[in-house]
């Protein structure tokens, strides 16, 4: 709760840890070598939901990944504030560093070099499904790495992938799940509670030094 504070609120800069890589190599060279077979593996080769029947062709795996994101790119309200937007990111990448995602360390790499850069994707702050997923408010999360969307930096509004290639970074082409990986998690709401937990401390604290 701590370093999510500190990260979103005093910008502390944030890294992926050393040990998290090699898990994160092996989860994706497991995906590989899923994807590389020849029968369906949900996640990976056939549609979503009811498209589930449809195999989805080697070559067109990352359209695949990149159509779940236009497919979620939805949601209405206002926006996110800063510090909140900053949580969702640190909370997805600690997320996917665990290993379990199947995801690139290049994608995570991506998601810390933006957060830590103050590129900020605009993520409405209604829309979620919430127990299958954070799905829409993370796919304009994802869209930033692809340069979908917009991007905040600075106050300034700009094209996600024009923000990114103003800092030196460049736009990620996906892979076999790894548009799955990127939305398919509770990173909002993990982000919000652990801000919304270091205010209730703090209050708290208050409560209890003005008290006595």
């Known amino acids: 709760v701590s370093d999510v504070w500190q990260v979103s609120c005093l910008q502390s800069p944030c890294s992926l840890a050393d040990d998290a890589r090699p898990l994160v190599r092996r989860s994706r060279e497991l995906v590989e070598s899923l994807a590389a077979q020849p029968r369906a593996i949900y996640g990976i080769n056939p549609g979503f939901g009811p498209l589930s029947g449809f195999r989805i062709a080697?070559?067109?795996?990352?359209?695949?990944?990149?159509?779940?994101?236009?497919?979620?790119?939805?949601?209405?309200?206002a926006l996110f504030s800063e510090a909140e937007t900053r949580a969702i990111?640190?909370?997805?990448?600690?997320?996917?560093?665990?290993?379990?995602?199947?995801?690139?360390?290049?994608?995570?790499?991506?998601?810390?070099?933006?957060?830590?850069?103050?590129?900020?994707?605009?993520?409405?702050?209604?829309?979620?499904?919430?127990?299958?997923?954070?799905?829409?408010?993370?796919?304009?999360?994802?869209?930033?790495?692809?340069?979908?969307?917009?991007a905040r930096v600075g106050g300034r509004r700009l094209p996600a992938g024009e923000a990114l290639r103003q800092a030196g970074l460049t736009p990620a082409v996906l892979r076999a799940k790894e548009g799955l990986a990127l939305v398919n998690g509770t990173s909002v709401m993990t982000g919000l509670a652990a801000l919304a937990t270091h205010e209730s401390q703090k209050i708290l604290h208050w409560m209890e030094l003005l008290a006595s």
């Open 58 to 77: 080697n070559e067109d795996q990352a359209q695949h990944q990149i159509n779940l994101l236009h497919h979620l790119f939805v949601g209405q309200g």
């Open 89 to 150: 990111m640190v909370a997805r990448a600690n997320a996917l560093a665990r290993g379990y995602s199947g995801i690139r360390e290049e994608l995570i790499d991506l998601l810390i070099a933006a957060l830590n850069k103050g590129i900020l994707p605009e993520i409405p702050s209604e829309g979620s499904v919430g127990a299958s997923g954070d799905l829409a408010p993370l796919a304009h999360m994802g869209g930033l790495l692809v340069g979908m969307g917009h």
